[in-house]
């Protein structure tokens, strides 16, 4: 999930008391960006498009979903580090990542209105894919933000104000995909519309720096296939730091992914769920932020990553567990506050931990976006694998590979090395 010098390397950055403007109005700015980029993911995947299939097909609504879900989130997967490795190798007056952040956004915007007038299954599954696509060539370049322009000692600041961005656009995408999900086309041109605003202001807030005299290697087939490819030999810190985040997210998306429909089906609710998730949305936010304040400034402070990143992956796992034991009303409201502190934990500091083992400067946003498959592939596997829990066991048995998943990832960090 952007802007700087293609040479200098971050981590040699002198620090300073306070931020440079420069770095102070990224740290404005990159919060009104990530809600406008969120928004979208919190509203359409977890509202509009589940919605969206119910009407077309109610009777296989979880089948259709993990179809669609699972071939957009494979085409995401592939898109995320090619968008990275062309991020890194553009030219231009504007910079290696501003003509991607914007004209990512402008397709982004079309691609939304063509999935709001899409009728079927297939259309869907071809609006969803082209989405996934440009969202990731928007999502890739944003992400190399943290390790192009700020200092090593302020990414955990930087991390956890730009999870609160991430997380207020995800709760506030639910809320607004639940308020308008009876209006059809209305509700993709509304998240259109605050993208490119954001992008806007954003883009001419803090311009990137002319990237025109970088000088790139020549381009070559290997060169692309390095692309999804950094060697767990040569980087055993990058891959445990890779296994962890796919076995988070996996189990995240095995239970998110379908949260309308366990409302639904599993807790009771009918029709009358949709109405819960903006509620449930607020109480995340809540708990995230609560442990997002102050868990990315007290890594930077003591200087140790791992320890919030393998506590944040245990109390994810408890958090999944509940609804398992109180398939109520009160047991998804639980299982959302422990799931959102531990997120929320997870999110201010997991960001900075990883651009810590990132192999290269010279790579940032291509190695992001490698890394950026350990989120992106789950979207396939979750739906996936919640698909075929839910077809043969039903919903109660996706909650303990939730649990054993998270457990997984907190495990994965440990042998960890270069970060303490």
Not at 220 to 231: A, E, G, I, M, Y
Not at 303 to 309: D, L, M, Q, S, T
């Amino acid at each position: 999930m952007t802007t700087h010098p293609p040479v200098a390397t971050v981590a040699d950055t002198p620090v300073s008391p306070s931020p440079s403007p420069p770095v102070r109005r990224l740290f404005g700015m990159i919060v009104p960006l990530n809600i406008a980029i969120y928004l979208i993911i919190g509203a359409v995947p977890g509202v509009l498009l589940p919605l969206q299939v119910q009407e077309i097909d109610r009777a296989g609504k979880a089948a259709a979903l993990a179809l669609i879900t699972g071939i957009g989130a494979f085409a995401a997967m592939i898109a995320s580090p090619v968008a990275g490795l062309l991020s890194d190798r553009t030219r231009s007056r504007f910079g290696r990542r501003t003509p991607w952040i914007a004209g990512g956004s402008l397709a982004l915007a079309l691609s939304l209105a063509v999935m709001g007038i899409a009728k079927n299954v297939p259309q869907l599954i071809v609006a969803w894919v082209v989405v996934q696509i440009v969202l990731n060539f928007v999502i890739s370049p944003v992400t190399a933000l943290l390790p192009d322009r700020v200092p090593a000692a302020r990414r955990g600041s930087f991390a956890t104000i730009s999870g609160v961005g991430m997380m207020i656009g995800i709760v506030s995408g639910q809320a607004a995909g639940a308020a308008l999900s009876g209006t059809g086309q209305l509700a993709y041109a509304a998240l259109s519309a605050v993208l490119i605003v954001a992008v806007v202001a954003f883009v001419l807030v803090c311009p990137d720096t002319p990237s025109t005299e970088q000088v790139n290697e020549p381009f070559d087939l290997k060169v692309f296939l390095r692309t999804f490819w950094v060697s767990p030999r040569r980087h055993p810190d990058f891959f445990w730091g890779f296994l962890a985040r796919l076995a988070l997210f996996t189990g995240y998306f095995v239970v998110t992914g379908y949260q309308l429909f366990i409302l639904q089906d599993y807790v009771g609710l009918k029709d009358d769920a949709v109405d819960l998730v903006p509620l449930l949305g607020g109480i995340n936010l809540v708990a995230l932020v609560l442990t997002t304040s102050f868990s990315g400034p007290l890594s930077d402070r003591i200087g140790r990553r791992k320890p919030f990143v393998i506590a944040s992956s245990v109390v994810m796992g408890i958090g999944m567990a509940v609804p398992f034991f109180l398939p109520t009303v009160t047991g998804m409201i639980v299982y959302t506050v422990i799931a959102g502190l531990g997120f929320g934990m997870y999110s201010a500091v997991d960001a900075a931990l990883m651009s810590e083992v990132l192999p290269g400067e010279s790579s940032y946003a291509k190695d992001l976006g490698v890394l950026n498959i350990a989120a992106t592939l789950p979207q396939t596997i979750g739906p996936f694998l919640g698909g075929a829990i839910v077809t043969l066991a039903g919903y109660p048995a996706l909650f303990p590979v939730a649990l054993l998943l998270a457990v997984a990832g907190a495990l994965a960090i440990i042998p960890i090395r270069s970060v303490k």
